[in-house]
């Protein structure tokens, strides 16, 4: 079974400019997270989506960010405009709905603002 | 809101040691608890879950528990080897439908051969 995947690994792009991050869950889970870690801090909980459906969006930074899920399948995190402070390393995760909902990672992408 | 704080930040030990890392949390009001281990420039990789109502899970060398009325969970593990060298997360979740994981610093492990 293939993991989590993500896209790009790395993204360097200048203040101002537009960037979006890919996810593919493992196949069949419905649930699917997005969290961030900026540097010296701790991993911290973005957005949490059930199929295509936003469960809990309590850690989207502000309207500058914005995720999606079409389908029920893959989901995408834009970040337009970025600015230096969205710097830092977004995950990925997904789980199976029901049972103990183990949470997977994915590798991150590494966003680099300048 | 849930805080996590994992002691100690940072270990280093001799190869063959057995260790005990420990995690504390401030709501006990939680689903389930995961422990991870992050290698440098890598994603998390899950090493055991404990639910709530669960006092322990072993995977190995590796045994977890959980005492959620105290707030706290304990990885220990056994025979270390330099593999073992990585940052560990322990993460608690909240109530069902609430499934957001709630990380702390982490501690940081070298296994010295």
């Known amino acids: 079974e293939a993991g989590v995947t993500q896209f790009p690994s790395h993204s360097v792009i200048e203040k101002g400019q537009t960037v979006t991050l890919r996810c593919d869950p493992i196949?069949?889970?419905?649930?699917l997270y997005w969290y961030r870690r900026v540097m010296g801090k701790e991993i911290k909980f973005l957005l949490h989506f059930v199929k295509e459906s936003k469960q809990d969006e309590s850690g989207m930074p502000n309207n500058r960010f914005l995720a999606e899920r079409t389908g029920g399948t893959y989901s995408t995190l834009k970040v337009q405009p970025a600015e230096l402070e969205d710097s830092g390393v977004y995950f990925c995760a997904s789980s199976r709905q029901g049972g103990v909902y183990e949470q997977y990672f994915g590798p991150g992408t590494r966003l680099t603002v300048t | 809101k849930q805080e996590v704080t994992q002691i100690p930040a940072a270990l280093s030990v001799p190869e063959g040691e057995n260790l005990v890392l420990n995690c504390s949390f401030t709501d006990s009001a939680i689903y389930n608890l995961q422990w991870f281990r992050q290698d440098p420039g890598k994603g998390l990789t899950s090493l055991l879950l404990?639910?709530?109502?669960?006092r322990e899970q072993t995977s190995g060398r590796l045994n977890a528990s959980l005492d959620k009325s105290s707030g706290r969970s304990t990885l220990y593990i056994a025979a270390s080897q330099p593999g073992d060298s990585a940052t560990y997360l322990c993460?608690?979740?909240?109530?069902?439908?609430?499934?957001?994981?709630?990380f702390g610093q982490g501690t940081r492990l070298t296994i010295n051969p």
């Open positions: 196949s069949g889970h419905d649930n």
């Open positions: 404990i639910q709530s109502s669960q």
């Open positions: 993460a608690p979740t909240g109530i069902q439908g609430a499934q957001k994981l709630v």
